[in-house]
């Protein structure tokens, strides 16, 4: 387990988020920090603007106000394909694989390999092969035990089905995973599978935000929680110091932060 | 936690273990051998039941007989793998052979300059379809079913219901043969051959034809993937139509005529052809090489029951039959599948 420290500089960060839906306020100025080489947890009650956090880290949404910092550098998303390019991918909880296509067409469906020579080149030929050793060489760098490369997506289970999917993410981020409700839709086995995978991830040093409901699965995987209410961070605890009622007291309203003892926030 | 998650030597010692299991996977899957298999099975019934069958005029024949089925049959492939399907094809063709040959008989126009405006309806009528799925969001089968119907009529309109005769060389160029041994064979085949090979490759081994199977499986991870789904589902109609005009230009050469009343059933011949070839109605997985196969099974049976003097109509009774058992294998695997 990598010890936080505070000086690090936060490999992705945001102040004063705004954002307004008519007159709804989602997210009225809040913070965020992720450092590098951790699991930050972000929960939040339904409403608190935690999805709409994540929408905006992720560029499907824009802010009306507020600033991204990446490696301490400003960014501006206008789209998911922005916050790709800046090696942030994100994982889907809706499993959001190709059923019918291999694993590795669907590990680089979008970002397929192509050959290079200038037959190959001119009529765009994918070089399957190569995507086939790479997709092989992804998914046991994550021990993700599958058959076959060829296998379609369908013939696996659900959890080996994220598996592909969290593979696919972490095979081309550069920067950051984020991960929505990545055991939503998972059974309990499965789900715990998917926790390995992130622990997996986050100890090759690549950083992962975690959404997720599952109070148990956040406990378990993340070093420190993102606490988000009313459209404001509102604590980032420890979830080793911290119980999990006093999280989710603190998450709904029923305690306030300066009530928490100063060891458990961080 | 070490339990849950496959080691992958394990895998991998289970794969080696099965020769036979990695043989299979570098084989086709079974359901794009099917088709082949029923066709085989066809071909081989009518040799034992007519002595002219296997000959090579004889399947000359039957390929000039699936032509327009056949080259529909391409772009009905790509809109079906998409799950979207195309109702209007047949009378998109009938609307671009009119087009064409009006053209270049009424108008005077160099006949290569009226088959290009043909082509171009046709593939502006693609657009339309594709514009109205992805702009307006409608399901596809309403809206070519609405441009089905105005295809229909534009053709009646411009055409005064008048078949339109007295075509150029140029027009007629597809009809010509060529001679292997003793078999003629029509420059029109061999250009439906050449379609279908050169699609397939392009769905096979291109992002744009893997891009295609995604988009019908599943549209919103294609999209999330950073895929522009709407304009390559637009693409797909525009070029599904462009086949139908090139379908139009191989029945002008075929039949000699422009005619304002082809092309009617060829809706529902070409998504039999597609059902028969494997491919699956609720898109994103099947072959297109399978389309010509359903076309060719078609084809087969209709001419075998001639040469043994049955009536047409068990044709149609067997196609049926043939239609069902086809989606029926389809759902089963689905189901199987989970």
């Given at each position: 387990?990598p010890v ?11 102040h ?10 989602a ?6 920090e992720?450092l590098?080489?951790?699991?930050l947890a ?10 709409t ?20 550098r400003p ?10 390019r ?13 059923p019918?296509?291999t ?10 390999l ?10 765009g ?25 060829r ?18 993410s ?10 929505d409700?990545?055991?939503?839709a998972l ?12 622990r997996?991830?986050?100890?090759r040093g690549?950083?992962?935000?975690l959404i997720?409901h ?6 378990e995987v ?5 606490i ?36 458990v926030?961080? | ?10 895998g ?10 990695r ?14 298999v ?6 081989a ?17 039957i ?10 049959g ?10 979207g ?7 998109v ?5 009119i ?9 005077g ?15 502006g ?9 992805t ?9 070519t ?9 534009l ?5 005064k ?5 007295g ?14 041994g003793?078999?003629d ?12 090979l050169?699609?397939?490759l392009?769905?096979?081994d291109t992002a ?9 499986n599943?549209p ?23 086949f139908y ?6 029945l002008?050469a ?6 304002p009343?082809?092309?009617?059933t060829d ?22 090489l ?12 209709r ?15 067997i ?7 086809a989606?029926m ?8 599948k989970?």
């Amino acid at each position: 387990m990598p010890v936080v420290e505070a000086h690090r500089t936060p490999v992705m960060e945001a102040h004063g988020i705004v954002k307004r839906y008519g007159r709804v306020t989602a997210l009225d100025g809040t913070d965020f920090e992720l450092l590098p080489g951790e699991v930050l947890a972000v929960i939040g009650d339904n409403g608190a603007g935690k999805s709409t956090l994540i929408k905006i880290l992720s560029g499907a949404v824009a802010p009306d106000a507020g600033e991204i910092l990446l490696d301490g550098r400003p960014v501006h998303f206008k789209s998911p394909l922005d916050a790709r390019r800046e090696g942030i991918e994100t994982v889907y909880q809706d499993l959001a694989v190709a059923p019918a296509m291999t694993i590795a067409e669907n590990l680089f469906l979008g970002r397929e390999l192509h050959r290079t020579n200038w037959f190959s080149s001119f009529f765009g030929i994918l070089d399957k092969r190569r995507m086939l050793e790479e997709a092989k060489s992804h998914l046991r760098g994550l021990q993700i035990g599958v058959r076959s490369m060829r296998q379609a997506v369908e013939t696996l289970s659900g959890g080996q089905r994220q598996g592909v999917a969290v593979a696919r993410s972490a095979a081309f981020a550069r920067h950051v995973i984020i991960m929505d409700e990545p055991t939503a839709a998972l059974g309990v086995k499965e789900g715990t599978m998917v926790l390995e995978l992130i622990r997996r991830i986050r100890d090759r040093g690549l950083p992962v935000i975690l959404i997720s409901h599952n109070m148990p699965h956040v406990f378990e995987v993340a070093d420190r929680i993102h606490i988000e209410r009313l459209g404001k961070r509102v604590a980032v605890v420890n979830p080793k110091a911290i119980s999990m009622s006093d999280t989710v007291a603190v998450m709904t309203g029923a305690k306030r932060r300066d009530e928490l003892p100063s060891e458990v926030l961080c | 936690m070490a339990t849950t998650v496959m080691n992958p030597e394990d895998g991998e010692r289970t794969a080696s273990r099965s020769i036979i299991h990695r043989l299979l996977e570098h084989l086709p899957p079974p359901a794009s051998i099917g088709p082949a298999v029923a066709l085989a099975v066809t071909c081989a019934f009518f040799a034992t039941q007519s002595p002219r069958f296997l000959d090579g005029r004889n399947f000359s024949l039957i390929l000039q007989q699936v032509l327009e089925v056949g080259v529909i049959g391409i772009g009905q492939t790509l809109v079906i793998l998409t799950s979207g399907i195309d109702l209007a094809c047949g009378l998109v063709m009938a609307f671009g052979s009119i087009v064409m040959t009006k053209f270049a008989v009424n108008l005077g126009l160099n006949s290569y300059l009226a088959i290009a405006c043909g082509l171009l309806v046709c593939a502006g009528f693609g657009y339309l379809n594709g514009a109205l799925v992805t702009f307006v969001k409608l399901p596809p089968f309403i809206v070519t079913l609405g441009t089905l119907n105005i295809a229909y009529a534009l053709t009646q309109i411009y055409s005064k219901s008048q078949t339109v005769s007295g075509l150029t060389n140029t027009l007629l160029y597809f009809g010509n043969t060529f001679r292997i041994g003793r078999t003629d064979v029509t420059y029109g085949t061999v250009l439906m051959l050449v379609l279908y090979l050169m699609t397939w490759l392009v769905l096979r081994d291109t992002a744009v034809g893997r891009h295609i199977y995604a988009i019908g499986n599943n549209p919103e991870a294609t999209r999330l993937m950073g895929i522009p789904t709407q304009g390559l589902l637009r693409r797909v109609y525009t070029l599904a139509g462009l086949f139908y005009g090139i379908a139009g230009l191989l029945l002008v050469a075929r039949t000699g005529v422009g005619d304002p009343q082809a092309g009617q059933t060829d809706n529902l011949d070409s998504i039999t052809a597609v059902v028969l070839g494997g491919t699956s109605l609720f898109g994103g997985r099947g072959s297109l090489l399978g389309t010509l196969v359903g076309a060719l099974i078609v084809g087969v049976i209709r001419n075998g029951l001639t040469l043994m003097g049955v009536s047409s109509v068990y044709q149609i009774l067997i196609t049926g039959i043939l239609v069902i058992l086809a989606v029926m294998t389809d759902q089963l695997s689905r189901r199987n599948k989970g």
